[in-house]
C-alpha cells in the first residue's frame, strides 16, 4: 500500500493526472445564435457530350445559424442566413465575380451528434450530391459526427447511416472519427473531432426517364466543439466526389440529357465571425 501511494504521489507532483471522459454533444437552445464566415473552394471537371469543362468555384459570405427549435432527443431546426454572398469561377482560364446577391437562407436540422438530418425538408448528408464541394446546394454547417458515450483523447468511434432525399435509391454513408485533442479557440475550451467519411450515392427521381445519380463521395472533416456550451466553433473540411448524373427525358433540363461525369474535389471552413 504504501509503495501504492508513493507512485499516486510522484505521478500527482508530475502533474499526470488521469484524464476525464467528456460527453460531447451539440445541445443548442431555442433563440441562440451563432454567427461565422463561411469559405468554400472547389476544383470540378464536367465531361458532357465528349466535352470537358474544368471549372473552379470560390465562395466567401457572413453566416448566422439562429436556433429556431430544439425537441426531447436534441435535434435542432436551425436557420441559416448567408449574406455579403461573393461567388467566383473560373472557366478555360477566365474569371468572374459575383457579388450583391440577396441573401441566402437555409433550413437545416442537426442531430446532437452532429449529423445533418436534412436541408430544406431533405434527406442529404451534405447537400446536393456531387456538388458538395462546390457550393452550389451544399450544406453550410460542416461538423464531425460526435459519439454516443463519453470520450477522451484518442478514443474512436465509427457510424453508419443511410438517406433518401427523395424518389428511388438512397445515399449510404460510413463515417469513422477520433477525438484528436483539446485546444483553446480564441480562450475558449474545445474538443477537437475528426471525421472522415464515404458514401455511396445511386438514387433517382421522376420514377423512368427521370433524373438519376451514381457515384461517390468523401470527406474528411475537423470541427472544434465548445466543452462549455456544446456548439461548434469552428470546422475545416476537405471533399471530393464522383459519378455520373443522367438527365432523363422527363427531368425538365432542356437540351441537356443523356449522362454527365461529374467529378471534384474542394474545401469548406467555417470560422468564428
Not at 435535434?75 to 448567408?82: E, I, N
Not at 427521370?210 to 461517390?216: C, D, E, I, N, R
Given at each position: 500500500m504504501r509503495h501504492l501511494a508513493l507512485i499516486a504521489l510522484v505521478l500527482v507532483a508530475c502533474g499526470a493526472t488521469p484524464v476525464q471522459a467528456q460527453t460531447l454533444s451539440l445541445a443548442y437552445r431555442s433563440g441562440d445564435s451563432y454567427k461565422y464566415t463561411f469559405h468554400s473552394t472547389?476544383?470540378?471537371?464536367?465531361?458532357?457530350?465528349?466535352?470537358t469543362i474544368p471549372t473552379n468555384i470560390e465562395i466567401t459570405a457572413s453566416e448566422v445559424a439562429r436556433v429556431n427549435s430544439v425537441d426531447s432527443s436534441g435535434v435542432a431546426d436551425l436557420?441559416?442566413?448567408?449574406?455579403?454572398?461573393?461567388?467566383?469561377?473560373?472557366?478555360?482560364g477566365i474569371s468572374n465575380t459575383t457579388s450583391g446577391l440577396p441573401d441566402i437562407t437555409t433550413e437545416i436540422t442537426v442531430a446532437a451528434d452532429g449529423r445533418v438530418l436534412s436541408l430544406d425538408g431533405k434527406q442529404v448528408p451534405a447537400g446536393n450530391p456531387f456538388l458538395a464541394s462546390s457550393g452550389v446546394g451544399a450544406s453550410?454547417?460542416?461538423?464531425?459526427?460526435?459519439?454516443s458515450s463519453a470520450v477522451k483523447p484518442g478514443?474512436?468511434?465509427?457510424k453508419d447511416y443511410t438517406q433518401n432525399?427523395?424518389?428511388?435509391?438512397?445515399?449510404?454513408?460510413?463515417?469513422?472519427?477520433k477525438y484528436l485533442r483539446d485546444e483553446s479557440v480564441n480562450g475558449i475550451r474545445a474538443a477537437v473531432v475528426e471525421t472522415m467519411s464515404d458514401a455511396s450515392i445511386d438514387i433517382s427521381t421522376g420514377g423512368s426517364g427521370g433524373l438519376s445519380?451514381?457515384?461517390?463521395?468523401?470527406?474528411?472533416?475537423?470541427?472544434?466543439?465548445?466543452?462549455?456550451?456544446?456548439?461548434?466553433?469552428r470546422?475545416?473540411?476537405?471533399?471530393?466526389?464522383?459519378?455520373?448524373?443522367?438527365?432523363?427525358?422527363?427531368?425538365?433540363?432542356?437540351?441537356?440529357?443523356?449522362?454527365?461525369?461529374?467529378?471534384?474535389t474542394g474545401t469548406t471552413d467555417l470560422t468564428p465571425a
Amino acid at each position: 500500500m504504501r509503495h501504492l501511494a508513493l507512485i499516486a504521489l510522484v505521478l500527482v507532483a508530475c502533474g499526470a493526472t488521469p484524464v476525464q471522459a467528456q460527453t460531447l454533444s451539440l445541445a443548442y437552445r431555442s433563440g441562440d445564435s451563432y454567427k461565422y464566415t463561411f469559405h468554400s473552394t472547389s476544383q470540378r471537371t464536367i465531361i458532357a457530350g465528349g466535352v470537358t469543362i474544368p471549372t473552379n468555384i470560390e465562395i466567401t459570405a457572413s453566416e448566422v445559424a439562429r436556433v429556431n427549435s430544439v425537441d426531447s432527443s436534441g435535434v435542432a431546426d436551425l436557420t441559416l442566413t448567408l449574406t455579403n454572398f461573393m461567388y467566383k469561377t473560373t472557366t478555360g482560364g477566365i474569371s468572374n465575380t459575383t457579388s450583391g446577391l440577396p441573401d441566402i437562407t437555409t433550413e437545416i436540422t442537426v442531430a446532437a451528434d452532429g449529423r445533418v438530418l436534412s436541408l430544406d425538408g431533405k434527406q442529404v448528408p451534405a447537400g446536393n450530391p456531387f456538388l458538395a464541394s462546390s457550393g452550389v446546394g451544399a450544406s453550410y454547417f460542416v461538423t464531425a459526427v460526435l459519439p454516443s458515450s463519453a470520450v477522451k483523447p484518442g478514443d474512436t468511434w465509427s457510424k453508419d447511416y443511410t438517406q433518401n432525399p427523395g424518389g428511388a435509391g438512397a445515399i449510404k454513408v460510413t463515417t469513422r472519427s477520433k477525438y484528436l485533442r483539446d485546444e483553446s479557440v480564441n480562450g475558449i475550451r474545445a474538443a477537437v473531432v475528426e471525421t472522415m467519411s464515404d458514401a455511396s450515392i445511386d438514387i433517382s427521381t421522376g420514377g423512368s426517364g427521370g433524373l438519376s445519380m451514381k457515384g461517390t463521395m468523401a470527406s474528411d472533416v475537423t470541427t472544434w466543439i465548445d466543452l462549455i456550451n456544446h456548439r461548434v466553433i469552428r470546422s475545416h473540411s476537405t471533399e471530393s466526389d464522383d459519378g455520373t448524373i443522367d438527365f432523363g427525358s422527363s427531368a425538365n433540363m432542356g437540351a441537356m440529357t443523356g449522362p454527365m461525369t461529374n467529378k471534384g474535389t474542394g474545401t469548406t471552413d467555417l470560422t468564428p465571425a
